[in-house]
Nanobody, 121 residues
Framework: QVQLVESGGGLVQPGGSLRLSCVAS????????MAWYRQAPGKERELVAD???????NYADSVKARFTISRDNDKKMLSLQMNSLEVEDTAVYYC???????????????WGEGTLITVSS
């Protein structure tokens, strides 16, 4: 059984900063790409940023130069540093990872339960 648990959400004023973390646990053989997604009220879930095992990152245009994704492969941890937060960043943020549970199993898509970030004055 695999779990992804996010932490670090909350209420922040516009212009402020937050750091999200996600830890993967359980029966894990290896982790491939990891990512952060978000879903704002009334909108579809969208990719915020993703990162390969080697550390190559990709960002949505709306968060470039403000957000930084990183990972610690040894700790099975994913992070998202969010700076200059805007009201439009308000959403539930989800951790996502492609994980193999054994050497012979395919990579499967796993999701955390999400953490709410509210940007408001």
């Amino acid at each position: 059984q695999v779990q992804l648990v996010e932490s670090g959400g909350g209420l922040v004023q516009p212009g402020g900063s937050l750091r999200l973390s996600c830890v993967a646990s359980g029966s894990i053989f290896s982790i491939n790409n990891m990512a952060w997604y978000r879903q704002a009220p009334g909108k579809e879930r969208e990719l915020v940023a993703d990162i390969t095992t080697g550390g190559s990152a990709n960002y949505a245009d709306s968060v470039k130069a403000r957000f930084t994704i990183s990972r610690d492969n040894d700790k099975k941890m994913l992070s998202l540093q969010m700076n200059s937060l805007e009201v439009e960043d308000t959403a539930v943020y989800y951790c996502n990872a492609l994980i193999r549970t054994t050497r012979w199993s395919p990579y499967m898509n796993y999701w955390g339960e999400g953490t709410l970030i509210t940007v408001s004055s």
